[in-house]
């Protein structure tokens, strides 16, 4: 691998860790600046841990990923700003003789345990500064706590019970179903619930093949690509055809079983997808009944969360708001506060974002020179009427 190529993507493995981004992320950005060899591909494969090598069905999964991840990697770096856990104030002593001996006190183990200690603090930090989600938080900290005790438990050689960690999202689109799928896969991760904590985002299309008897060696590649980390199936009732038989979907729905089971000390899976049609999808197979036992449901958002969202938004691109302009964009977003979840919550909020930008661009071309504080600053006027919304976005 070229040395320039070697380092960027050094850079890029920390900042996706950091950020708690996917595979697909590191591959997207690395393609846009080098153009990849197949040796290279290989590499990449290699520090990525996928186990079987550059392959067409790994390109196909990490350009999937790639295009997910460019809508969130802003908001998720935004996040990571503020929530950074502040280091303590280090000690100012004088004499080099102590400040060694209090260095040898510390060994590589509890060095480890605290810099885990402070990961998770971090990826539990970045889960709480997300808008809203009061009761998805809640049970966040709850699985936590579980995990927790559990490891307390097998340290004094008690048995804990077998509590699945498999999980089920329900919710509408732009709930933040993946962003805390994610996040869940990092906190995992210190605490040693899983070995590397890293995140597969999958649908329907990466699982079931065209033709007999490819699904399954399909579906296994996918899932070994996460082993160590989580699987989300976005859109996971998709598996199970309403009313008629879907042999390639319950080919796949059984390597995915048998895999759970196998692997269930080193994978969490999440399914994902619309509250009714995911019922159908469990209630479809015993075995989807016995390892999704718990269920955490994304409500949509409030108008108000919306606005403090778009107010974000604004925020990690550099606008300013006045006071006035904000009140005027609460009022159009509880315009819409009953077709919230069809609109796409989060995701309509980016829409609005995108028409402001648009409605400002146009007034400020009629301005000679405008200065760097208009450029930045959007006023009442740039924000859309529910007519000129409906129009552009409905």
């Not at 040796?39 to 390109?59: H, Y």
């Not at 990466?206 to 033709?211: D, G, K, S, T």
């Not at 006071?323 to 159009?332: F, P």
Request: proline share 4%; charged share 25%; with cysteine.
């Amino acid at each position: 691998m070229r040395q320039d190529v070697d380092q960027y993507l050094s850079i890029l493995i920390r900042q996706k860790l950091h950020l708690c981004l996917s595979e697909g992320w590191v591959y997207g950005q690395l393609n846009q600046e080098f153009p990849l060899e197949k040796d290279e591909l290989e590499e990449l494969a290699r520090r990525l841990g996928f186990r079987k090598g550059w392959n067409p069905g790994l390109k196909d999964l990490l350009e999937y990923q790639w295009s997910k991840d460019q809508e969130t990697v802003r908001t998720l770096e935004r996040i990571r700003r503020k929530s950074l856990v502040p280091k303590p104030p280090q000690c100012t002593n004088r004499n080099p003789q102590n400040q060694k001996s209090k260095h040898a006190e510390t060994s590589p183990d509890q060095t480890k345990k605290i810099s885990n200690q402070e990961e998770l603090q971090h990826a539990l930090n970045q889960l709480y500064a997300l808008t809203g989600l009061d009761t998805v938080k809640s049970t966040v900290q709850e699985l936590v706590n579980i995990a927790k005790v559990s490891q307390m438990q097998a340290k004094v050689g008690i048995k804990s019970p077998g509590i699945t960690r498999h999980l089920v999202f329900t919710g509408n689109p732009g709930t933040g179903k993946t962003t805390v799928a994610r996040l869940l896969g990092k906190i995992y991760k210190h605490l040693g619930v899983v070995s590397e904590g890293h995140f597969i985002e999958v649908d329907r299309s990466h699982l079931v093949a065209e033709y007999v008897g490819q699904t399954a060696p399909k579906t296994t590649q996918v899932i070994e690509s996460a082993l160590g980390g989580v699987l989300f199936i976005d859109e996971a009732y998709a598996l199970v055809a309403d009313g008629r038989g879907d042999a390639f979907g319950q080919e796949a729905i059984n390597t995915l079983l048998k895999m759970m089971e196998d692997h269930r000390n080193d994978l969490v899976v999440v399914v994902a997808g619309y509250k009714e049609e995911m019922s159908r999808f469990i209630d479809s197979n015993p075995g989807l009944k016995s390892r999704f036992s718990r269920a955490i449901h994304f409500e949509d958002y409030a108008p108000s969360e919306l606005a403090d969202i778009f107010k974000a938004i604004c925020e990690q691109h550099g606008y300013l708001l006045s006071a006035q302009t904000l009140k005027s964009m609460r009022h159009l977003i509880g315009q819409y506060e009953t077709q919230i979840g069809e609109l796409g919550n989060g995701r309509f909020v980016r829409n609005l974002f995108d028409r402001c930008v648009a409605m400002q661009c146009g007034r400020l071309a009629a301005l000679a020179r405008p200065t760097k504080d208009d450029l930045r600053t959007f006023l009442p006027a740039d924000i859309p009427t529910q007519e000129q919304l409906t129009q552009s976005l409905l």
